[in-house]
């Protein structure tokens, strides 16, 4: 048997030997996990889904808003923004010149007035007055799945401007588009350089 003092120093020697092989598995173990998951395991890997920026036309200007979750073209010129920070949300980008409009237009919905939204969007665009304007003709589309509604107006006296409007809801939010434009081409590109930002 060893003496006493000798059996505290081989007890002290094990259990420091035991703890650095108790270390040197969990490191090892963990950067396998690293190695395997690419991330440590206490995480949850999220891959964000990049915008990639518009090919942007000469004479129109990219406006993106993470705030107002939109990236949209509009014509060159003075932009005028509009936000309110109390609820509900609103945000409002328009350029406005001559005889043309181009605005953008998100409103934030209540979690509980969704469903109720999405069932009567149809109903209360079609209910909206637009002074001079008067509806010609509605369509539904979709944007990557999200329903939206349509409405073309004509005016009430002999002009070659005529307007569109689209509504549609994605996430909690209700955006709304609206071009006034003697140009099919310029209201093209701007319908369809719309992206929301989720």
Request: proline share 9%.
């Amino acid at each position: 048997m060893f003496p006493r003092k000798n059996k505290n120093l081989w007890i002290a020697i094990a259990l420091l030997l035991g703890l650095s092989y108790c270390s040197a598995y969990n490191r090892s173990y963990f950067m396998y996990l690293q190695g395997r998951y690419l991330v440590p395991v206490w995480t949850v890997p999220v891959a964000p889904v990049p915008v990639p920026r518009p090919v942007i036309p000469p004479g129109w200007t990219h406006i993106t808003s993470p705030e107002a979750r939109l990236s949209v073209l509009v014509p060159t010129t003075t932009v005028k923004e509009a936000k309110e920070s109390n609820p509900p949300f609103t945000h409002t980008f328009s350029a406005d010149f001559g005889r043309e409009l181009f605005k953008v237009n998100t409103f934030e919905i209540a979690p509980q007035d969704l469903a109720t939204a999405r069932q009567n969007m149809e109903s209360y665009v079609l209910s909206q007055h637009f002074d001079e304007f008067k509806i010609v003709s509605k369509r539904s589309f979709g944007l990557n799945g999200n329903p939206g509604i349509e409405i073309n107006l004509s005016t009430n006296v002999p002009s070659n401007v005529r307007g569109t409007m689209r509504w549609m809801i994605i996430g909690n939010r209700l955006y709304t588009l609206t071009v006034f434009t003697e140009s099919p081409e310029r209201a093209r590109i701007f319908f369809d350089s719309f992206r929301p930002l989720f």
